[in-house]
């Protein structure tokens, strides 16, 4: 993470690329700080293969609950 985390420290610094290192430190702090994370799902998302990635987050403790239409129940 900390390779990742100093890449776009560097590089990430105008516009939108700044906004997601900002919204990526405050959900850095609120998840240190004990707090939880809800993911929103709408439409399906099989075809982008969205389990695989959703799957390493849940089990690395990065996302807590998971609300989604029946859509997305085939991953």
């Known amino acids: 993470m ?3 985390r ?3 420290n560097r590089h990430f610094l105008h516009f939108n690329s700044r906004e997601l ?3 990526s430190r405050a959900y850095e702090e ?3 700080a004990g ?3 809800l ?6 998302m099989s075809t982008a293969r969205l ?10 403790g990065y ?8 859509a997305n129940l085939e991953e």
Request: charged residues 15%; hydrophobic residues 55%; neutral net charge.
């Open 39 to 44: 993911v929103s799902l709408a439409g399906a």
């Open 63 to 70: 996302v807590h609950a998971v609300s989604c239409t029946g």
């Open 6 to 8: 100093d890449f776009m």
């Open 21 to 23: 290192v900002a919204a």
């Open 2 to 4: 900390a390779e990742l």
């Open 51 to 60: 389990g695989r990635s959703l799957a390493d987050l849940i089990r690395a």
């Open 35 to 37: 707090g939880k994370m």
């Open 30 to 32: 609120h998840i240190q």
